[in-house]
């Protein structure tokens, strides 16, 4: 488990690739369950750690999850996600160039147990972020994304619906898979208000070891980790 927050109410944690976010017919170890028993574990209560989630992340991306550890702390944090004051910005490798440095991308979908498509005007959910360019190289950009609503993949449809595959996602268009299935996409910053202090939380994660984007040589994800709690 890495850690980068814990206090009373709310707990953040980095999600690897690969890893469900809650329970699922796979059978494998979930974030929630795991940050569970490292409550457990922590503050030796055996049996008896909250855990509320209010948020996902789809299992084969990575990065920043906040976890409630109190209903309070889940009523509070949810209605943030539902108005969208939280802050959720995400780091793509695709495949493509976008033919502009930044822009908006609206659409609405429909999800089922496949996955989601994009639908004409008024079915399902409407869906939104931003992007904005941070560099392009051999045919593929590193995109910065806000994410403005929270749909079941959303990110990934948005972004193949216009030709701009992220790197290793198979299910919406890339050729190949990265070496460890996961696929470029990176939920980096999260930023929301703590759910009973007068303060405002913000974190941050560097790219993985293998993101097929070479990092700064000062944002090695081996030191980041070893540092968080």
Not at 48 to 76: E, M, Q, Y
């Amino acid at each position: 488990m890495h850690v980068l927050h814990c206090d009373n109410h709310v707990i953040v944690v980095y999600k690897p690739a690969g890893v469900p976010v809650q329970a699922d017919d796979s059978g494998d170890l979930d974030l929630l369950s795991r940050t569970r028993r490292w409550i457990e574990v922590e503050f030796r209560k055996p049996g008896k750690a909250f855990v509320g989630l209010v948020h996902r992340l789809d299992r084969p991306a990575r990065g920043l999850v906040a976890i409630a550890r109190t209903s309070k702390g889940a009523a509070r944090l949810s209605e943030q996600f539902r108005s969208r004051t939280v802050s959720k910005r995400y780091q793509a490798v695709v495949h493509g160039i976008p033919p502009q440095a930044q822009g908006e991308l609206r659409d609405w979908l429909l999800s089922d147990e496949k996955g989601s498509r994009i639908t004409k005007t008024g079915v399902g959910a409407e869906a939104s972020l931003r992007y904005q360019v941070a560099a392009v190289r051999s045919g593929r950009a590193l995109l910065d994304i806000d994410l403005l609503t929270g749909r079941k993949h959303q990110i990934r449809v948005q972004l193949a619906s216009r030709g701009w595959p992220i790197v290793g996602d198979l299910r919406y268009g890339a050729a190949l898979p990265l070496p460890d299935r996961s696929i470029a996409l990176l939920a980096q910053r999260l930023s929301f208000d703590h759910p009973t202090a007068a303060l405002r939380l913000s974190f941050e994660a560097p790219p993985p070891p293998g993101w097929p984007w070479v990092p700064d040589e000062t944002t090695v994800l081996a030191q980041w980790l070893a540092a968080a709690t």
